[in-house]
């Protein structure tokens, strides 16, 4: 089986679009998808992308991805600020991991400027809305072509 990058998104992120398009913009999470895609066949790879509003899920996810995946791009939604299981996942995953963010969260409210995860990953990407995903895309190949 070809390895993908995995795109793992958390708890209401399925609501993408339907609400609050002044935070996250009125684009879906499948418009997000066909968006990775695309810009992941760019650079010659494939993607599985999913969305869980459960954190141990998430956790599997991830650890499907040390076998199957080539990296991880993550918006944990808040499950960022609440997760020591995920950052756990993230430090075993033996695959590159990126953090990514819609919205600016240190322009937010405190609770949400740490993260549980930041600390488990190569970098982080946020506050560009839908693009932010697409960057995490081309910062992630980036650190895959240098391997
Ligand atoms: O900015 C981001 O991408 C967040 O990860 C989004 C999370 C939030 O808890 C983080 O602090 C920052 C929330 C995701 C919920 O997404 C919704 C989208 C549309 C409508 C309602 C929720």
């Not at 499950?79 to 299981?85: C, E, Y």
Request: hydrophobic content about 40%; proline content about 2%; aromatic content about 6%.
């Amino acid at each position: 089986m070809k390895k993908s990058i995995y795109i793992l998104n958390g708890p209401n992120l399925n609501l993408l679009g339907a609400r609050e398009p002044d935070i996250y913009g009125s684009e879906t999470l499948a418009d997000v998808e066909r968006r990775c895609a695309a810009r992941a066949k760019t650079h010659g790879f494939d993607i599985r992308f999913h969305q869980s509003n459960h954190e141990g899920q998430l956790v599997d996810w991830i650890h499907e991805a040390r076998s199957n995946g080539l990296g991880i791009i993550i918006n944990a939604g808040a499950f960022t600020h609440t997760s020591v299981a995920l950052h756990d996942a993230l430090k075993a995953a033996d695959v590159p991991a990126i953090e990514v963010h819609l919205s600016n969260v240190f322009k937010r409210e405190a609770f949400r400027h740490h993260s549980h995860i930041s600390g488990a990953v190569s970098g982080i990407i946020l506050g560009f809305g839908v693009t932010s995903y697409e960057l995490a895309v081309d910062g992630l190949v980036e650190i895959l072509k240098g391997k």
